[in-house]
């Protein structure tokens, strides 16, 4: 939709998020995000769908302020007034969060902020088959590995980018002990 206040150097950014616990790594990136675009002059929308953790919004912020990263987003419920939210852009982040950001009409582009190949989080059924029908929809794709994005462009023909989580070198690093030539295996569960 037309805007006024279309400024690419000052985006107005939603994502809609499931809520969360302490801890939740994808959670983690998707804070971490926002937190950098912040710095580079983006404002920020969070919606919480569906809500299980936080009573309200405020104890959602303070959650992400005291567990994950310090941010200027509004912080919001998603509740009957998501049906009038406008902005530049819209991101899901789950596969249960694609239907609410299909059906917000005032944003000039949606995403999907995607860090996993959700299909196979559930056993073959109706939660892996909607999980799947998610990446058929018209979002273009944000994609947390170059395999992620490669799958999102090659089996659902989805413009994607990708981008490569990186390990924080101040707290996972070799010790001193340990040599170049033992083999290590890492498993991520």
């Known amino acids: 939709p037309p805007s006024n206040n279309y400024s690419p150097r000052r ?12 801890g939740g790594g994808g959670h983690m990136n998707i804070f971490r995000m926002i937190r950098l675009l912040e710095l580079m002059g983006h404002k920020f929308t969070i919606w919480i769908f569906r809500p299980s953790f936080h009573p309200d919004a405020d104890s959602a912020y303070k959650d992400i302020l005291l567990h994950y990263n310090t941010l200027e987003a509004k912080v919001k419920f998603l509740d009957d007034s998501f049906g009038t939210a406008s902005g530049d852009v819209i991101f899901a982040t789950s596969w249960n969060t694609v239907w609410p950001v299909q059906n917000v009409s005032k944003f000039k582009r949606r995403f999907y902020f995607i860090q996993d190949y959700e299909t196979l989080f559930n056993a073959k059924g109706a939660r892996s088959e909607l999980a799947e029908y998610t990446y058929t929809q018209d979002l273009d794709c944000i994609c947390a590995s170059k395999w992620l994005e490669g ?31 033992v083999p290590r295996i890492v498993f991520y569960s």
Not at 11 to 22: E, K, M, R, S
């Open 11 to 22: 985006l107005d950014i939603h994502f809609v998020i499931p809520d969360f616990g302490v």
């Open 151 to 181: 799958l999102m462009s090659n089996k659902f023909a989805k413009w994607a980018r990708g981008f490569n989580l990186a390990a924080d070198e101040n707290t996972f690093y070799p010790t001193n002990n340990e040599k170049n030539n």
